[in-house]
T-cell receptor, first 117, second 112 residues
Framework: EAQVTQNPRYLITVTGKKLTVTCSQN?????MSWYRQDPGLGLRQIYY???????DKGDVPEGYKVSRKEKRNFPLILESPSPNQTSLYFC????????????????FGPGTRLTVL | GQQLNQSPQSMFIQEGEDVSMNCTSS?????WLWYKQDPGEGPVLLIA?????ELTSNGRLTAQFGITRKDSFLNISASIPSDVGIYFC????????????FGRGTSLIVHP
């Protein structure tokens, strides 16, 4: 089954304690990205990756890091979490090819709800 | 970063009513996408539009790619309780990062 998995699904932590949220996809997709979702703000992109070892900042990258050492995995790292990073996080992946008739659909993971105290 | 203007922000309707929502942008897109997010889940693609003026249906859902390429509309006919959720539009421009720009969502509540 084609899917994007995230772990953990729920996390409560304290300010300053480093954490990593894992993301893995089994569709051999080249593109992966991280979003955060906050009430009234929709989905905002944090970082994206166009391929292995190729990452770039999205709209709200401050306080986050990512790595793409393997095609299937794209972990999100919070080196020193702060309360304003309390949010719902989604990982997504899509195939690279985007044509006028193709579906460059992003497949989303189930989400990770993070609370930073 | 750019965000799309999606309206309305929320809708409270009776079962059986039709629903309309739209997204507008200050810049053009090559693709418009409509997603639905159920509570506790990630967004799921409903309809993808690739050409200006295109009208596409998926069951009771119909979406249109605006002729100016700066807007899109989603209609849901004869709503049912399972239509409850948050609907997001997203615009995508080829030649860039291929990553969509999302609207802020329309929250739909359907009363039985």
């Amino acid at each position: 089954e084609a899917q994007v998995t995230q772990n953990p699904r729920y996390l409560i932590t304290v300010t300053g304690k480093k954490l990593t949220v894992t993301c893995s996809q089994n569709m051999n997709h080249e593109y992966m990205s991280w979003y955060r979702q906050d009430p009234g703000l929709g989905l905002r992109q944090i970082y994206y990756s166009m391929n292995v070892e190729v990452t770039d900042k999205g709209d709200v990258p401050e306080g986050y890091k990512v790595s793409r050492k393997e095609k299937r995995n794209f972990p999100l790292i919070l080196e020193s979490p702060s309360p304003n990073q309390t949010s719902l996080y989604f990982c997504a992946s899509s195939s690279r090819i985007a044509t006028s008739g193709g579906t460059d659909t992003q497949y989303f993971g189930p989400g990770t709800r993070l609370t930073v105290l | 970063g750019q965000q799309l203007n999606q309206s309305p922000q929320s809708m409270f309707i009776q079962e059986g009513e039709d629903v309309s929502m739209n997204c507008t942008s200050s810049s053009i897109f090559n693709t418009w996408l409509w997603y639905k997010q159920d509570p506790g889940e990630g967004p799921v693609l409903l309809i993808a539009l690739y050409k200006a003026g295109e009208l596409t249906s998926n069951g009771r859902l119909t979406a249109q790619f605006g002729i100016t390429r700066k807007d899109s509309f989603l209609n849901i006919s004869a709503s049912i309780p399972s239509d409850v959720g948050i609907y997001f539009c997203a615009g995508q421009l080829y030649g860039g990062s291929y990553i969509p720009t999302f609207g802020r969502g329309t929250s739909l509540i359907v009363h039985p």
